[in-house]
C-alpha cells in the first residue's frame, strides 16, 4: 500500500526550489524553463528539466524524464512511497506517467489553463475509475514558477519581432 | 500542417499485423502483449512493445517507445504526417504523448473499459480545447488483439492458483 511522505512547509518550500533550479537550468538551455525533483524518503532521488527541443524527443518532459530516473534509482517501475514535485501543472502524458508509476502525491507550481490536466481541464491525476489516485497540491511557489514561464515567452516573442524587423 | 495519411483497407490489416507481431513478442517475453508501430511515408519507421517488466520502467508502453523511436529516426519530436498503430486502446499517457508529438491519427485494437483513454474512459485524442486533435479508428484487429490479452492474464491467474496450492 502507498504512503503519502508528509513533509514540513520548508521542506515543500526546499523541494520546490530544486524543481525551480531545475526549471532555470533548461531555461539557460533554450527549453521552456520547467523542472522537476522526486523525493523518497525526505531525499531527492530524480531531478530533471525539460529536454524536448535538445533531445528531438515530444516525451522530454521534465516530469517523465525525472519519473524515468527514480525508476532507475528504485530498480522498480513502482515509485509508491515518493512525492513529486514540479514548477508547472502537468500535461496529459505527465498526469497519465505519475499514475502508471503508482507517484502518491505531486506538489506543483504554476497553472496551466491551455494544457494543464490535473486541474485546469482535466483532474486526471483524482478520478477515482482509475487504479491509482494521487494527492495533489496546487500553487506551490506558483507566481515564481509562472512567472519564469511568462519571461520565457516574452523574450521568444521579442526576439521574433525583431528578426521581422530586420528581415524587412 | 498535419496531414492524415490515407491507408487501402489491407494496409491498415498490414500495419496492425505487425503491432500484433510485436504483441507477441512481448508475450513472449512475460511482458503484457501490447504492441505499436508508426507508419511514415508508406513504411514502418518503428516498432514497439509494452517493456515495463524488463526495464523497470512505468513509462516503457509500446506506444511511448514507439513515438520515441520514431523521434529518433526523424530527428523531430514531431511526428505530423505519420500514423500510429497499436493493439490496444492508448492510456493516458501514451494517449498525451500522442498529442505532444503531434501524430494526426491512431488505429487501435481491443478497447480498454478500465484505462483506456482514447473511448472507454476519456476521449483524450478528439478534445478541441487541445492544440492538437487526432484522428482515431477503432477496433482494428480487434477481437485478436483482445485475446491475446485475456489469455495472458488468464494464464498469471492459473499460475498463481497452482503456486498457492503448491504451497498449501
Redesign the interface.
Known sequence: MAQIPAFSDEQIDYFMQEALNEAKIAQSEGEVPIGAVIVYENQMIACAHNH??A???????AE?LA??SA??KL?????ENTALFVTLEP???????I????IPVVYYGANDP??G?TRS??S?LE?N???HMVKVYEGIRGEESGLLLQRFFSNIRAKRKIRKAIAK
Open positions: 524536448r527541443e533531445d528531438q524527443l515530444a516525451t522530454a518532459h517523465l519519473i524515468e525508476n532507475t530498480k522498480s517501475w513502482r515509485l500535461c496529459i502524458m505527465c498526469a497519465g506517467a499514475i502508471n508509476a503508482r491551455k494544457g490536466a481541464l482535466y486526471l478520478d475509475r482509475l487504479n
